[in-house]
């Protein structure tokens, strides 16, 4: 590699063992660049919540480094770890993923009223943002829905606005598409796709599903990654 | 933020949070309530007689003194001379007296020999002064006048014609059946023990008893028929058994006091009835923390019940604490989060508990004056109801503590895996 190029997740010798259990990560490296859209074929039971929980700053990373960023993640707290996944992290579950009790509207502004920088990387008023990822997902006109009212699909997309709202620098998406059948899948992929690109953003993307893979630029399977084997 | 979320939260459980809420301000509403009901009790005691600056009996202790003569209990060890009284009723420092001869009683009522004065001068609760609901005083030596409680209860009405027992006792077996009298006024309900007692004139109970000097019945012959008593131009008085004493100035009570305490020729006690009331609620007033502890128990299980109903829907909530922690929010705000949501129960609670009960005492305050004559005032919250308000308000905060720790260790523990 002639030219570093600028990394969004560095991590070298990292590996991560719950409490008195067995080692489930083992990774000598692996390199994600910023603005990279990354399929990462993680099967169950091969570490993959494990790594996410990692790049999240959720869990510690002990021992080994971790960078995201640029930023040592194993040198924060857990409340700085926390500030950080707040300001630069986008995340989207497999499903569930919006407050039961909140609006679409207040579900989708949530990250930037938690946090303030990415409150501040807005263009607009948090409702002006809010309109305009729920345009750019198509969903402008569930704003004032209650989120118990939304099929599967609708929920994947409102939670899919609310990663890229204040443009964060990562997005991860953790099998976004399981719960979607296959014509929907192809769209919210299309959908992620775009309006991450648009975000500025690097998209980490896990699935079991390979026939997702050819959609993305690199395609990366943790069991080859981890050495432990989950 | 939080605020929101949690007020969010809380009207998503709209059913729940309001019983709860709901349980909260009930027992607020008993801890704030018995709190009014104790004030109540204690100032319509307090307020049984009032206006009166000392009550003079013979000697003894200050509370049986309060007992005979004010509320109408127990039985007087001597009497005052009736020339003793009317010494003090003359003197240059007292204003005013109410002699009262007691001792006899109409079918369990209490009998009192008294004079123009008490209708003039005797005082309950702030001031107010005995009214007549129907007829006069009584002036002749047969005329009673009865407490309102005594005319409801046996169905007495002006013109009736009363006998009158000697001693306490409901059927006293030598009763004075030849010398009836007749009733001239009926008083206005005062809910004192005033309303439980049948009033006559000093001249009234001597007639009873003459011819009884002895102790004894008189023996035939020697005892007066009513018409030869009526004959009489004055039926002497020779004793009383206690009176009132308004002073001229109030400054002049204690010295009064003093006076009458050491008075050598008769034994007398004087005590200043607010003095006297005190130390007497002081002795049964402890009854009502056997109330407060009461309503401080349902406080508690009202905090247990919101505790539990947070406690359980913690397990439905595994899901959304995961996703506050996937959007960066610390253990810590999800633990602010929990407890800001029990505070707000109880804000919400206290609340409904102390508009209950200025609604319950707005709408029933009057009853309760009639059913009991217990008059709750309706003020402003007192001191010591402000710190039970604030004491719930606090333990609603620490309440919400317990889930919320537990709640902190799932989020730690779950981080944002969590298989629902």
Known sequence: ?230 | MLLHLARKSLGNRLLTSLLTALSIGFSVALLVGVENVRTGMRESFSNTISGTDLIVGSRGGSIQLLLYSVFGMGTPVANIPYDTWKAYDEHPAVSWTIPYALGDSHRGFRVIGTNESFYEHYRYRGGQSIELAEGRPAEGVFEVVLGAHVATELGYGLGERVAVTHGMSAVGFMNHDDLPFEVVGILESTFTPVDRAIYVTLEGISAIHIGWESGAPPMPGQGMAAEEVRALEEVPVTQITSFFLGAEQRVLTLQLQREISTNEEVPLSAVIPGVALGEMWRGIGYAEDGLRVVSGFVVLVGMLGMLVSIYTSLEARRREMAILRALGVGPKRIVALLVLEAGMLSIIGAALGIGGVYSGLAILQPWIEGQFGLYIPIGALSGIQLVFVGAVIVLGFLAGLVPAIKAYRTALHDGLSVRV
């Open chain 1, 1 to 230: 590699m002639d030219e570093a190029p600028l990394l969004c997740v560095h991590a070298r010798e990292l590996r991560f063992a719950y409490p008195g259990g067995p080692p489930v990560l083992d990774i000598p490296e692996l390199r994600i660049a910023v603005g990279e859209s990354v399929f990462l074929h993680g099967p169950s039971g091969s570490g993959k919540t494990t790594l996410l929980g990692l790049i999240a700053g959720v869990l510690k990373p002990t021992p080994g480094t971790l960078e995201v960023l640029g930023h040592d993640l194993g040198a924060l707290s857990s409340p700085a770890r926390d500030r950080f996944r707040a300001s630069h992290i986008g995340y989207v579950f497999q499903m569930f993923n919006l407050i039961p009790y909140l609006s679409v509207r207040d579900n989708i502004a949530l990250p930037v009223r938690i946090n303030a920088e990415r409150r501040r990387r807005l263009n607009g008023g948090i409702d002006d943002a809010v309109a305009a990822a729920a345009d750019r997902l198509g969903i402008a006109g569930l704003l004032n829905e209650r989120v118990t009212r939304l099929s599967v699909g609708q929920q994947q997309r409102v939670a899919a606005a609310r990663a890229i709202l204040g443009t964060p620098e990562l997005v991860i998406a953790d099998e976004p598409t399981s719960a979607l059948d296959t014509d929907r899948r192809h769209a919210f992929i299309e959908l992620l796709f775009d309006s991450v690109r648009e975000a500025g953003s690097t998209l980490l993307f896990v699935s079991h599903d390979m026939g997702l893979a050819s959609e993305f630029e690199r395609a990366l399977s943790l069991r080859d990654l981890n050495r432990s084997g989950g």
